[in-house]
Every structure is written in C-alpha cells, then in structure tokens.
C-alpha cells in the first residue's frame, strides 16, 4: 500500500510513523508513506494556502488553488482508491471503514485546518470524509495519523500471531475481554481459575462470556437490539 498525506504541518506526522508496527510496516515494505506540504503548491510568494471566507465571519477557509494542484500531481503519478478528507464533519470512523481501507492499494489524504476547505475542494476531489469522534481537534493530522495507524496495522503481513488483529476489540463486534499475565496473584487478587487450567474450549467460553458482559455494560449501542 501507499498513502500519500497532504498537510500544512508535516512536522506532527513524523513521529507516529516512526515507532513500533508503524516503523516496521514500512521497514518490511508493506507500506509506504508520503507527507507533502501544502505550501509547496503555493504559487503565493508568502507561500500562502488559506484565506478570509466569503460572507464573513471568523476563521480562514484553505483555498483551492494549493490543494488542487497537490491533489492533480499526485493523481498524474497514480490512481488513488480513496481520496480522504478528515474534517470533524466526516463519517465517524468504524473498523469495518478500517477493514475497507485495508484493501486499497493507493489512498489520499487531505489533512484540514483552521475552517476548513472551500466547499469546492470536497465537491470536486473527496471520496469519502471521515471524523475520529464528536470533539474538535486543531486540525486533520492527529486524525490522519489515527487512521494510518488503524489501517496499516490490517495489511496482511504486518502484525504476527501475538499482535494478531483477529482477537481485537470491535473486529468481532464485540469489546475484547480481560486479560492477565504473571504472577498469578497481586494484592490479594487472582487471575480467573479457568485461565490458569488451560483448557482451550473452556479460556474460549469465558472469553467469549466476559466480551459480551463487558460489551452489554459499556459499549450495549453496539449489540443492537
Ligand atoms: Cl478529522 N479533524 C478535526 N480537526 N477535528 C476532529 C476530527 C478531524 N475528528 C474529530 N475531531
């Protein structure tokens, strides 16, 4: 996979891709991933990339201009599964939205900032527009680095047995269950009897029991009815 990201702060999405599975996804060549500036794409000697909105009112708009020539440049060199705007307003990002991604072979994208994008940008470019949660974060990157992550740990290859996807939360439409390690006691408090027995179809019922109460309490919107 290739992930192109355009930005106006390139500087806050190095660190989450240089640590961990992240680093080692792109060290074992299952992915690749590109930050440019948008102030590249400036024609503006001040290298300006926003603007005041029409109608008035507080807050810069990010002009169209900059982000159409980063988007048709990078579009010249390949053809993008998805072009992704991250905007508070957006869908709200979902592991079956990860799940999807996952299969792309190229995706796009577009961090906003300050008041967002000219409308024409989303009408013209955007496949799809995704938000992390309902609270308003300073701009798209954090966002961005969410989904990357979300996605890039889903390419077959690039978790192992111990970090396997399978068993996390949500992927069963289930929260996961507790889980313990050494020493079998802490304070007075006991890891689970049935744990420690090591009778696979009996680990397998209690966890499967624990993730539905877990599920039920904290989570019930995402059993339905
Ligand atoms: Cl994608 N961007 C911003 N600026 N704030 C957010 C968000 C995105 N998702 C939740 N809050």
Not at 117 to 142: A, M, N, P
Not at 162 to 187: C, H, N, W
Not at 198 to 210: F, I, S, Y
Request: hydrophobic share 35%; with cysteine; charged share 25%.
């Amino acid at each position: 996979m290739r992930i192109d990201i355009i930005t106006v702060l390139p500087e806050l999405l190095k660190s989450p891709f240089s640590a961990s599975i992240m680093q080692r996804a792109q060290t074992k060549g299952h992915v690749e991933i590109h930050v440019h500036n948008l102030r590249d794409f400036s024609d503006d000697k001040h290298r300006n990339v926003d603007d005041y909105q029409y109608g008035g009112g507080a807050g810069m708009v990010m002009s169209v201009g900059p982000i159409s020539k980063a988007i048709e440049t990078l579009q010249a060199q390949r053809k993008y599964d998805e072009l992704i705007y991250m905007t508070p307003d957006g869908d709200l990002l979902e592991q079956s939205t990860c799940n999807q991604l996952s299969l792309a072979q190229n995706l796009l994208i577009l961090c906003g900032h300050y008041k967002g994008v000219d409308q024409r940008i989303r009408d013209l470019y955007i496949t799809k527009e995704l938000s992390i949660g309902s609270y308003v974060l300073s701009g798209g990157e954090l966002a961005a680095a969410i989904v990357v992550d979300a996605v890039v740990r889903l390419i077959p290859g690039v978790l192992n047995d111990e970090t396997s996807a399978l068993t996390d939360s949500f992927q069963d439409g289930l929260l996961a269950p507790p889980v313990y390690t050494r020493p079998p006691e802490f304070k007075g408090m006991q890891v689970p009897e049935v744990l420690l027995g090591g009778n696979p179809k009996d680990v397998a019922a209690w966890r499967e029991e624990k993730a539905y109460e877990r599920t039920k309490e904290r989570r019930p919107d995402l059993l339905g009815d």
